[in-house]
């Protein structure tokens, strides 16, 4: 996945340094707040396609819905996104992509799982 991002990133350098500014311009000019909304639900469901064969595969125990799994997914992929989007020394841009990865590999072999409601460590009861 964030090797996908990264690629997409690099071959659309000039969308993707417009989208973190569609925000900022939507406050300046409510008239466009339409499209920060459309963006939202386009991006989230884009994710939804990513995350939803994981999580129905049983391979995000950690997530006991689909939809905070996705949000999960989110928070990482745009946070991660927008700090590599405005770094000034692309050496930085290694470690956050390393802890973007450590992350996401939490997300689908964590260290706990769900089990009845309740919070458990892998490999126990």
Known sequence: LLD???HVGLELADETRF?????LDTLRHPELRHLLDKR???QERQLRRIVAPAFDAGEMPA???LNTAVAAVQILVIGWGLENHYLSDRSSA??????AQ????QL????????DGQRR???TG
């Open 4 to 6: 996908v991002i990264e």
């Open 19 to 23: 989208l973190p500014t569609v925000p």
């Open 40 to 42: 939202a639900e386009i």
């Open 63 to 65: 997530f006991t819905d």
């Open 94 to 99: 290694t470690g956050l992509r390393q802890a």
């Open 102 to 105: 450590v992350l996401l590999d």
């Open 108 to 115: 689908v072999t964590p260290a706990f799982r769900v089990v």
């Open 121 to 123: 460590v892998a490999g």
